[in-house]
């Protein structure tokens, strides 16, 4: 089979940063843009190849136990000049806290006409990224001086690498390892008696 050409179409970037502020909350920052390479005719008008379609954005900030202090959602461009009329909906977050079942309750919150597509989309980024940088939170109390390993003993289970039968979690973690039999370990070696 021969090399597929192909045309873009659509381009979508996500990008997501944490900050540690001066109170001591986590701040996270997602915004997602849309472009097109190509001029697009809205019925609000025209839209220029590489000029944003949707450019939106969610922040929240959340203390060390992941409860929601201020949440605030904002949208930059728009197809339709009355999108933007929905961010205060977002302020609803606040009092949430990011674990288990938050995405969940959050979509039913901001479901459909409740909320934006766009915005709602950047939920599950931001949750995931209050978690990847949560170990500054801990790092900023009195968990600094431990080592990156021990920080992540929270994240076990959670995918591929760090399943508890795995290498991984036997070698880093040995009192989390399940009982399992590890492929890729070395058979031990016959001691003489």
Known sequence: MGAMTRRKVHERKILCEAFIRDDGLLEVEA?????????????????????????????????????????????????????????????????????????????????????????????????????????????EADEGDQPAH???ANALGRCHALRLDGDVVQRDFPDHATDATFPNQPSPVPTET
């Open 31 to 139: 915004t997602l843009q849309d472009t097109k390479p190509h001029t697009v005719h809205l019925t609000e008008g025209r839209l220029e190849a590489g000029q944003p379609l949707h450019q939106m954005r969610l922040r929240i900030a959340v203390d060390a136990d992941f409860m929601v202090h201020e949440a605030q959602a904002q949208t930059i461009h728009s197809p339709y000049r009355v999108c933007g009329g929905i961010t205060p909906s977002y302020g609803a977050l606040i009092g949430m806290r990011i674990g288990p079942g938050f995405l969940q309750e959050a979509r039913k919150m901001l479901r459909g006409p409740l909320g934006c597509t766009h915005i709602t989309e950047l939920l599950p980024v931001v949750a995931t990224t209050v978690f990847q940088a949560s170990s500054a939170l801990h790092a």
């Open 150 to 152: 021990v920080r992540r």
